[in-house]
T-cell receptor, first 114, second 110 residues
Framework: KAGVTQTPRYLIKTRGQQVTLSCSPI?????VSWYQQTPGQGLQFLFE???????NKGNFPGRFSGRQFSNSRSEMNVSTLELGDSALYLC?????????????FGPGTRLTVL | GQQVMQIPQYQHVQEGEDFTTYCNSS?????IQWYKQRPGGHPVFLIQ?????EVKKQKRLTFQFGEAKKNSSLHITATQTTDVGTYFC??????????FGAGTTVTVRA
């Protein structure tokens, strides 16, 4: 069974631009969660999608948004990028939801904002 | 909101020694998960604890969930170089949100 894939793996953007990251979960998994990881803040929960509906949301500004498609693939979008958005963005898929059973993390997208 | 505190932030261990990392929540948890992230890698699920007072073992790793379901610990015996990495706990609150601790980064002296 293929693991969670994320594209692109690396991205360099400038302040003010927007970016879209993609995540393909493990086949059969309906839940996709997104996390931001930085050295100073650790793993911060962004949001969780389950069967195309946002089920949970963390404490991030509205510049961070996401969606999930009928095939469970998910995208997250960050608009009006700021320097502080530089981070590793991880997505994780699970069968029944982030808190119900184990999550499988993808390799992440390393975003650098200049 | 719910906060999960994890200590210590760093753990430097002599190979062969034991160590413990602790997680504490400000609210009662539905369950707690533990993950390990190797340097340059992504978090990998280790275990989930659900019941009050639950204890689970995986070879040299022992996981505990407190009686009040507000704290948890991971104890590693006879540390090996393969144990290097950051260990995260993640607690699920009753509103289904999962909060990660800041992690304990473990280095091993051979």
């Amino acid at each position: 069974k293929a693991g969670v894939t994320q594209t692109p793996r690396y991205l360099i953007k400038t302040r003010g631009q927007q970016v879209t990251l993609s995540c393909s979960p493990i086949s059969g998994h309906r839940s996709v969660s997104w996390y931001q990881q930085t050295p100073g803040q650790g793993l911060q929960f962004l949001f969780e999608y389950f069967s195309e509906t946002q089920r949970n949301k963390g404490n991030f500004p509205g510049r961070f948004s996401g969606r999930q498609f009928s095939n469970s693939r998910s995208e997250m979008n960050v608009s009006t990028l700021e320097l502080g958005d530089s981070a590793l963005y991880l997505c994780a898929s699970s069968l029944r939801g982030q808190g119900n059973n184990e999550q499988f993390f993808g390799p992440g997208t390393r975003l650098t904002v200049l | 909101g719910q906060q999960v505190m994890q200590i210590p932030q760093y753990q430097h261990v002599q190979e062969g020694e034991d160590f413990t990392t602790y997680c504490n929540s400000s609210t009662t948890l539905s369950n707690i998960q533990w993950y390990k992230q190797r340097p340059g890698g992504h978090p990998v699920f280790l275990i989930q604890l659900v019941k009050s007072g639950e204890v689970k073992k995986q070879k040299r790793l022992t996981f505990q969930f407190g009686e009040a379901k507000k704290n948890s610990s991971l104890h590693i015996t006879a540390t090996q170089t393969t144990d290097v990495g950051t260990y995260f706990c993640a607690g699920r609150s009753n509103d289904y949100k999962l909060s990660f601790g800041a992690g304990t980064t473990v280095t091993v002296r051979a």
